[in-house]
């Protein structure tokens, strides 16, 4: 039995070179590899304006940012997330205001929002969350309504579209992950995207300490001027000479994503204690499969890290999105207060479920390695 990682990353000869040519060359930072893998992630979302940066939450911290959001401010955030979705709006001292997930597919629960929406609330942050796309025509109905600046959390939504709308294109502005378990990588590093230009032209800027020209717009050498406050949030040109390269693998990619996923949700339809959180393309729902996320039953769940302990055992790597919903990670509940008897739904899925993996990098027989293991995992558990 070979062994099943929960991620790898796929780099081939094409990215040794590409990384290889930079470190050859003189421009490390500024060049043009940055500008080519933003056209082309432009070309492969099918349309809007894109600028690079170093991470995903560089990203989503830029866009609270360029909305002059901060203290006093409220930031809808769903509760099921990485903290990094809540943690881009603690930078600028606003308050995230967290919203439960729901059941079915663990994405934020919509019938929820309208009811934490305050006088202060600025902005709305969404995440499509294990790249199932969140229902965009209801969120920019409530921001409408309520003129809110609307963030998409794209950290797992490479491929993933909305009515045929890639996502980053669906709210005011997006922020995707390469970091090395995602769905392609530049072993740290994110893209911001948008449909409108003017905003990914501000953050151009923001992300480079606010200078007015580029290196490449400056007449004379040196010869600039900062007319905003602005981070350095560069991504340099090692990773995207990655980038460009990995972007061309995607759409293998994401094909090979579905299959697997659709191959281990059949295998495990037979195991009565596991239920398959809905994350596959449905109606107008296109997903990116970031992963599998097998719910276990009330019962079965007790022991769901002598399930994951056998598993590992036997070579399958299994993971969990994500662990605490952020509310009760140990930063928010001191800071907020918040009780672990909240976000009862965001709750369930944090104990309950074991993520999968479905990545590239596996095939049909991993994914019923994978089942078989479960299934022999909870049995072998079974008091
Ligand atoms: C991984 C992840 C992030 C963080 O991405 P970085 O590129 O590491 O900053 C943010 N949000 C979600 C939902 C993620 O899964």
Redesign the pocket.
């Known amino acids: 039995m070979r062994a099943i990682p929960f991620g790898a990353p796929i780099i081939g000869q094409e990215e040794r070179d590409a990384v290889t040519e930079v470190l050859g060359g003189t421009q490390l930072v500024h060049g043009p590899r940055a500008k080519t893998f933003e056209h082309d992630f432009v070309e492969f979302a099918g349309g809007g304006h894109a600028v690079s940066v170093s991470?995903?939450?560089?990203g989503?911290h830029l866009a609270y940012f360029y909305r002059g959001i901060g203290p006093g401010d409220e930031v809808i955030v769903p509760a099921q997330?990485?903290v990094?979705?809540a943690h881009a709006v603690e930078f600028t001292s606003a308050t995230p205001v967290f919203v439960d997930a729901e059941a079915r597919s663990g994405n934020i629960d919509l019938d929820l929002v309208e009811a934490a929406i305050t006088p202060r609330t600025k902005a709305i942050s969404v995440?499509h969350y294990l790249g199932l796309p969140v229902d965009m025509d209801r969120v920019n109905a409530v921001a409408g309504a309520h003129d809110l600046f609307v963030v998409e959390?794209c950290?797992?939504a490479v491929g993933s579209r909305y009515k045929g709308v890639h996502a980053g294109l669906l709210g005011d502005v997006g922020s995707f992950?390469?970091?090395p378990v995602?769905h392609m990588t530049t072993a740290?590093?994110?893209m911001v995207l948008s449909r409108h230009p003017e905003i990914v032209a501000r953050i151009e800027r923001q992300r480079a300490f606010g200078v007015d020209r580029q290196l490449g717009e400056r007449k004379m050498p040196g010869l600039y001027d900062v007319t905003m406050l602005g981070y350095n949030y560069r991504m340099n040109e090692l990773q995207a000479a990655l980038g460009v390269e990995q972007l061309k693998r995607v759409p293998g990619f994401l094909e090979k994503r579905a299959e697997n996923y659709s191959v281990l949700a059949d295998h495990l339809r037979g195991i009565d204690e596991v239920d398959v959180l809905a994350s596959a393309s449905e109606g107008p729902f296109q997903s990116s499969y970031y992963c599998l996320s097998a719910v276990l039953d009330d019962r079965t769940a007790q022991r769901r890290f002598d399930i994951i302990n056998v598993m590992k055992s036997r070579s399958v790597g299994t993971s969990i999105y994500y662990p605490m919903p952020v509310p009760h990670l140990a930063y928010y509940r001191e800071k907020y207060g918040y009780s672990t008897e909240t976000y009862p739904v965001a709750a369930r899925i944090s104990n309950q479920s074991i993520a999968l993996p479905v990545g590239p990098h596996l095939d049909g027989d991993d994914m019923e390695q994978i089942a078989r293991t479960l299934k022999a995992a909870i049995k072998e558990t079974s008091p």
């Open positions: 991470s995903c939450t560089a989503l997330t990485h990094a979705t995440v959390d950290a797992l992950s390469f970091y995602k740290e590093g994110g």
